[in-house]
């Protein structure tokens, strides 16, 4: 007679000797500090202000039709000005870039106007183009969605310049040492 099988676990998948137990978060922070992930300046407008800001919370989300997605801190500046427009446009900017980096990243706009320290243009729909960006594009905010203590504004892109093909782009690497001009 053949042995039995024993019934399968219902709480869940075999774990494999050694494996860790609940780490309150401990290893995906860990893992996710060593991700080199790229940094984009995010500019807009609303109620008659411009702002812009640091972000590292941004990536491509569909190819057809074209979709990005980027998170702003619901306790941002720029985050409170893009709940009033309608508009993003986003900026990557060349490694050597830290100084241009530094003023979106460690200074707030409740405290200091970021354009009037840097070259700046009028672009689609009123939002600021940096003069400075390896390149950028723009694209209608379609979708707001609440994502912890980041809210996801969906856009559309629909226009933009790639300036400087092949740069080296700013990374997380470039800014891990930049105090924050908001706690996240």
Not at 8 to 20: H, L, Q
Not at 34 to 42: G, R, S
């Amino acid at each position: 007679m053949p042995a039995e099988t024993p019934p399968s676990d219902p709480t869940g998948p075999e774990r494999s000797p050694g494996a860790a137990d609940a780490d309150d978060g401990a290893a995906f922070e860990t893992l996710v500090s060593t991700f080199d992930y790229p940094m984009f300046v995010v500019t807009t407008s609303g109620g008659g202000k411009l702002a812009g800001c640091l972000v590292g919370f941004a990536t491509q989300v569909s190819i057809r039709p074209r979709r990005f997605l980027v998170g702003l801190s619901d306790k941002n500046h720029t985050y409170r000005i893009a709940s009033l427009g309608d508009r993003l446009t986003v900026h990557v900017l060349e490694r050597t870039e830290t100084d241009l980096a530094r003023l979106f990243g460690e200074r707030t706009g409740d405290d200091v106007d970021k354009f009037a320290h840097c070259g700046w243009d009028t672009g689609p729909g009123g939002v600021a183009v940096l003069s400075r960006a390896a390149g950028w594009f723009s694209g209608p905010i379609l979708e707001r969605i609440r994502l912890g203590d980041h809210v996801a504004h969906l856009i559309a892109p629909d226009s933009g310049e790639n300036r400087r093909p092949g740069a080296s782009l700013l990374s997380f690497d470039d800014v891990q040492d930049f105090e924050p001009g908001h706690d996240a």
